[in-house]
């Protein structure tokens, strides 16, 4: 089965959140069940495309409102287990952002060229499996534009990574989108103006969700689209994701201070952990709590400041935050290091390596988000013996069971200063049980997140649908 993703971001090449390392992982273990399953994506000027070379495979032109060059290029060497094209349009798309303030254009653009390339394919895909709003008219496109009646027939799916985005825009930009039969414009239309993920939900064959609670979820609280996913809900999913468990690999991952296995995690884990708390000023023998993420409200991290302050002044812990995002945030956050300085310190900004270390070194993770459609960074944890502690939403509430219900995280069931601080201090008393707190560590890390069954479980789906 031929497969192509269409996406705005692609671990390695360029990431933002979780969908990078979805689109970076699925398909190749897509390929390892025997498929023909490839990504197709923006070319961005990033690290990665800068670090390697492509050969041009087609280029065409396309217009809207004035003509664009384009080409599309595929990946010379590719050693992650897919093959990888992109869509270069220099003046619209070669930039060292994915997103900005209006990316009506970028992205449209983007879809268009995807689908022109596409047409021109000697051997059409079985499937094309869209990822949130950046290429959510591509299938309204494929149904309903004139240029690409010849995709009519081919299957699309979306992936819904976050319903929060949408991509709305007015319907006077609504001529830039290929000649299609006006009877069809509602299919656009949702809530007086153009939105591209509400199109897909009606016009792709099958709709899905990073995990099952969230696919719930969305059906009381999408932003608007609550209705729109109740209507649609007989072709609707919801598939947990999974995580690469080649990258994420305390054994052989390169990034971190000291590999280790089950045999040797305590030696590992410390290690790791005394590197961290040496780099930035923490206590080794204290329990060490870690945020890695966006400080958005999204996550809960506008609470971050009243939470970090009642439980430093509660309890004897470290606590170490890797992120960024709201600059207001950031301040009531920075002003901590100061009050607090010795038990809690902050990396403002993204590092990939770091966060990799902050995984193996951690004793607990926190993950008290208002909204997570998936959420890998928990999979991420239980991988390096670091124990969840998470508010009970969406895919948290999938992969992490309480200790309270013979499970090995924390949950708290919503988001509040008090309800936080009492699972982080839930946290501390499993950390003064040694024996306990050890057993659990080697627990997690045997649980199996991999792509293998979500992989096996989107193939399904897909010939459900031929």
Same mark, same amino acid.
């Given at each position: ?27 190749? #273990? ?135 985005? =949408? ?52 059906? =009381? ?39 280790? %296995? ?92 770091? %966060? ?105 789906? #897909?010939? %459900?649908?031929?």
């Amino acid at each position: 089965m031929k497969i192509i993703h269409i996406t705005a971001e692609c671990y390695p090449v360029a990431k933002v959140g979780g969908l990078a390392d979805v689109v970076g992982s699925l398909p190749k #273990y897509q390929n390892n069940l025997g498929e023909d399953s490839s990504v197709l994506m923006p070319f961005y000027d990033t690290a990665f495309t800068k670090e390697n070379s492509f050969s041009e495979v087609f280029s065409s032109e396309i217009d809207l409102d004035r003509t664009f060059s384009f080409s599309v290029r595929k990946l010379d060497k590719s050693t992650l287990g897919f093959e990888l094209y992109f869509i270069d349009i220099p003046e619209l798309l070669f930039t060292e952002y994915v997103y900005s303030e209006d990316d009506t254009l970028r992205f449209l653009a983007f879809q268009i060229a995807a689908l022109q390339w596409i047409c021109g394919l000697k051997e059409k895909p079985n499937v094309i499996h869209c990822h949130d709003h950046h290429t959510g008219l591509t299938p309204f496109m494929m149904s309903y534009a004139n240029d690409f009646a010849q995709l009519k027939d081919v299957p699309s799916i979306l992936t819904i990574h976050n319903a929060q985005y =949408q991509g709305w825009f007015s319907h006077e930009k609504s001529h830039l989108i290929p000649e299609f039969d006006h009877q069809h414009f509602g299919l656009l239309d949702w809530d007086h103006s153009i939105n591209p993920l509400a199109a897909a939900i009606k016009c792709a064959w099958k709709v899905t969700t990073v995990s099952p609670s969230y696919m719930e979820e969305l059906k =009381q609280n999408a932003n608007g689209l609550e209705q729109l996913l109740a209507h649609e809900s007989a072709k609707c999913i919801g598939i947990l994701n999974g995580i690469d468990v080649n990258v994420w690999n305390t054994e052989t991952d390169p990034f971190i201070l000291k590999n280790y %296995s089950l045999s040797t995690l305590d030696a590992g884990k410390k290690a790791n952990k005394d590197w961290l708390c040496k780099e930035y000023g923490l206590n080794p023998k204290l329990p060490l709590f870690v945020f890695i993420g966006r400080l958005v409200g999204e996550k809960g991290a506008d609470l971050f400041p009243e939470i970090f302050d009642k439980v430093l002044n509660a309890h004897q812990i470290s606590v170490l935050l890797l992120g960024s995002g709201s600059k207001d945030i950031e301040l009531g956050l920075s002003e901590l290091n100061t009050k607090h300085s010795g038990a809690y310190n902050s990396y403002i900004g993204y590092d990939e390596k770091l %966060s990799h270390i902050i995984y193996a070194g951690a004793d607990f993770l926190l993950m008290p988000s208002r909204v997570e459609p998936c959420g890998l960074n928990q999979m991420y944890s239980l991988r390096y013996g670091t124990i969840p502690v998470v508010n009970a939403v969406g895919g948290l509430k999938d992969t992490v069971i309480d200790l309270n219900e013979e499970g090995f995280g924390i949950l708290h069931k919503e988001l509040s200063v008090d309800l936080a601080a009492e699972a982080i201090a839930r946290g501390v008393e499993l950390f003064k049980n040694q024996k306990k707190f050890k057993e659990i560590r080697k627990e997690i890390m045997s649980i199996d997140h991999s792509w293998d069954v979500s992989a096996e479980e989107y193939i399904k789906l #897909y010939k %459900s649908i031929k």
